[in-house]
């Protein structure tokens, strides 16, 4: 879920900087595009349609004040991070006027863009998160009123119209499961639900990868919903090979699940009046082989609000991945564990709580960690152990283990990526040295949190970051010992040792020689290799 930015800046070279600037560091956003000024961006910001856009204020053509208006009246949920330089200041004011609420003044420290390009990345976050919510808040009204109408049960009538016109043409298809207990199968009673979410979430994914339908869609999208526990209802485009799709389906539940797949397709949905007839023949047919002991009320309940767990889960991780922050992260993933041992005392209520997270991560590795397929392990494997599991405690060790394959998967992935880090890291060290260049300092320059900053450092030099900096602090005393008549004291406080005795212990314990003792041995060497007369 990285956020979409634009830039506009009549200077390239600028541009470009804050592009790389972009690209190297975890700040949760992507660059889709550039312009010169504000007119050549509003050819392209229609069509890429941004979440931010980072703009100068002076430019020829349109300056930055100019385009901030024009967003405001065209494309009003566009953030707008505006450039300015203390000339410039007041003038600019006038921005925010056009909702502009971010001022960068130039020339900018990389450490203040990044600040603000991550707070414009929450402010995102929170506005899709909120967006997300009510989407499935009037989801699941939808649904209700679906299943209302299909039922004979008491319903709002004009709500009813308004969904009636919103899904006519689509494509109407009923998907069932045969039965959750074949005969090939061991699965038990308690395994209904799990099978039930399994089944949902892989129709849900492919049906979302050929035709973009949602179980939590705007306006006028195609969607899904289950209508009782073993049977789920599509709308799809018309233009989509559905076919194709449910094809695919039952071949992929057949193989991950060893479940069986009915599909049956209506045609062009002409309104909830045609269509009775022909739902009810369907389900009263698949009825009459119906599942012992299904509970479909709360199966259908339980899948819903599993689903908006998953989604739920994926959003904070990949926030928190977006924004380089491995620490919470990880604390996170302690907070999920949590949850799933305190949703009840059954192992088969926990079996939910934790499928979501797996599933969750899941989609986290192969998305955002590009992990190894092999790693990354697929919903029947998933459904197969968690079947095996009996206990509370068994579950919870399940799912244990399922964090640390994401916390490793992680870990790849960010050794992949540390060499830029280590390196941004190390040139930092070398201008700032004789400065105060603790741990955390560094840290926060590279965006990490100092535990993790300090593991990847390690990993990656071999050596530990507190280690780097005294030997690199000793390298440079040595330098100013052999060609420089500085005092030792001047040349410990020169190099970063914040006393003298300080500095001659680390010396003598990195090279085995007092600071005194090595400039009087490289003063031997010179004369041995510079004898006068």
């Not at 395994?191 to 035709?211: H, R, T």
């Not at 449910?246 to 057949?254: D, G, L, P, R």
Request: aromatic share 8%; hydrophobic share 40%; with cysteine.
């Amino acid at each position: 879920m990285r956020g979409r930015l634009f830039i506009v800046d009549d200077e390239p070279m600028i541009r470009k900087g804050l592009t790389k600037l972009v690209e190297s560091n975890p700040l949760g956003w992507s660059v889709v595009g550039e312009a010169a000024n504000g007119e050549e961006a509003l050819d392209q910001l229609r069509e890429l349609q941004p979440n931010l856009v980072i703009t100068d204020i002076r430019m020829p053509v349109m300056d930055g004040i100019e385009l901030a208006k024009r967003l405001a009246e065209q494309a009003p949920r566009t953030a707008v991070v505006m450039l300015t330089g203390y000339r410039d200041f007041e003038y600019a004011q006038a921005a925010v006027n056009y909702g502009v609420k971010q001022f960068l003044l130039k020339p900018c420290p990389e450490e203040e863009v990044c600040r603000v390009l991550q707070a414009a990345f929450e402010q995102y976050r929170l506005q899709e998160a909120s967006k997300e919510r009510e989407a499935e808040e009037r989801s699941r009204r939808e649904d209700q009123l679906l299943r209302s109408v299909w039922k004979r049960l008491p319903y709002a009538a004009e709500e009813a119209r308004e969904l009636e016109r919103a899904l006519t043409g689509k494509e109407l298809w009923l998907v069932q499961v045969e039965t959750y207990y074949p005969e090939a199968k061991d699965y038990q009673g308690g395994d209904l639900k799990l099978l039930q979410f399994a089944v949902g979430n892989i129709l849900q994914e492919l049906a979302e990868g050929v035709s973009g339908a949602s179980g939590a869609p705007g306006e006028g999208e195609d969607r899904r919903l289950m209508l009782e526990y073993d049977s789920f209802v599509f709308f799809l485009s018309p233009e989509g090979d559905s076919e194709s799709l449910f094809e695919e389906a039952s071949s992929v539940v057949k193989r991950l699940l060893g479940l069986e797949l009915a599909v049956r397709r209506y045609g062009p949905f002409r309104g909830f009046k045609h269509t009775e007839a022909w739902m009810d023949a369907a389900l009263l047919d698949h009825s009459r082989e119906g599942d012992q002991g299904a509970g479909p009320g709360e199966a259908m309940e339980d899948q819903t609000i599993g689903g908006d767990k998953v989604r739920l889960i994926r959003s904070e991780l990949t926030a928190l991945l977006l924004l380089g922050r491995p620490a919470e992260l990880e604390a996170y993933l302690r907070r999920v564990l949590d949850s799933a041992l305190q949703i009840s005392a059954h192992a088969d209520a926990m079996k939910i709580e934790a499928f979501c997270a797996a599933m969750a991560m899941d989609d986290v590795m192969r998305k955002e960690l590009e992990a190894d397929p092999r790693t990354v392990g697929d919903i029947g494997q998933r459904v197969a152990e968690l079947h095996r599991t009996r206990t509370r405690e068994e579950v919870k060790a399940w799912l244990q283990g399922q964090i640390r394959t994401f916390e490793q998967a992680l870990l790849s992935w960010h050794m992949e990526r540390s060499g830029g880090i280590v390196q941004r890291a190390i040139l930092y060290i070398e201008e700032h040295y004789a400065e105060e260049c603790a741990l955390p300092t560094v840290a926060a320059h590279t965006h990490l949190s100092p535990n993790y900053f300090g593991s990847l450092f390690k990993k990656e030099t071999g050596e530990s970051f507190s280690g780097y900096v005294l030997r690199f602090r000793t390298e440079k005393a040595k330098l100013l010992l052999k060609n420089t008549n500085k005092k030792v004291a001047e040349i410990g406080q020169a190099v970063g040792f914040p006393g003298s005795n300080y500095f001659a212990t680390v010396f003598k314990q990195m090279t085995g020689l007092s600071p005194t003792d090595y400039r009087k041995q490289g003063q031997s060497w010179r004369r041995e290799e510079h004898p006068q007369g």
